[in-house]
């Protein structure tokens, strides 16, 4: 039942941005942790941002190193979607983005082994 769809990605150039969506259903949205993740070629799976649950947490974020800054993790817990705003994008940022959901913690770290359900992802591509 629970299902996390991404949209938003694309190609950008550097210094541009970009809002990444993940519309999600299946599971008490506003309770839970809610993540986003990246995997560029060869390279293992990362967490970029997660956050936690608003009525089962503090709705607080985590920022990898080397987005904070420059991407903002947001909930609208009335559409239960996820958003990542991604702006001064780089193009080691190029990566295919992931939402995820940690439907058995309000509290989460960002490794990828903490979620348990995943979108399909959404390429973005940052190139002049």
């Known amino acids: 039942q629970v299902q996390l769809v991404e949209s938003g990605g694309g190609l950008v150039q550097p210094g541009g941005s970009l809002r990444l969506s993940c519309a999600t259903s299946?599971?008490?949205?506003?309770?839970?942790?809610v993540g986003w993740f990246r995997q560029a070629p060869g390279r293992e799976r990362e967490g970029v941002a997660c956050?936690?649950?608003?009525?089962?947490?503090?709705?607080?974020?985590w920022y990898a190193g080397p987005v904070r800054g420059r991407f903002t993790i947001t909930k609208d817990n009335t559409n239960d979607t996820v958003i990542l705003q991604m702006n001064s994008l780089k193009p080691e940022d190029k990566a295919v983005y992931y939402c995820?959901?940690?439907?058995?913690?309000?509290?989460?770290?960002?490794?990828?082994?903490?979620?348990?359900?995943w979108g399909r992802g959404t390429q973005v591509t940052v190139s002049s």
């Open positions: 995820a959901a940690d439907t058995y913690n309000a509290y989460s770290g960002c490794s990828d082994y903490e979620y348990d359900y």
């Open positions: 299946g599971f008490i949205f506003d309770f839970y942790a």
């Open positions: 956050i936690s649950g608003t009525s089962g947490g503090d709705g607080s974020a």
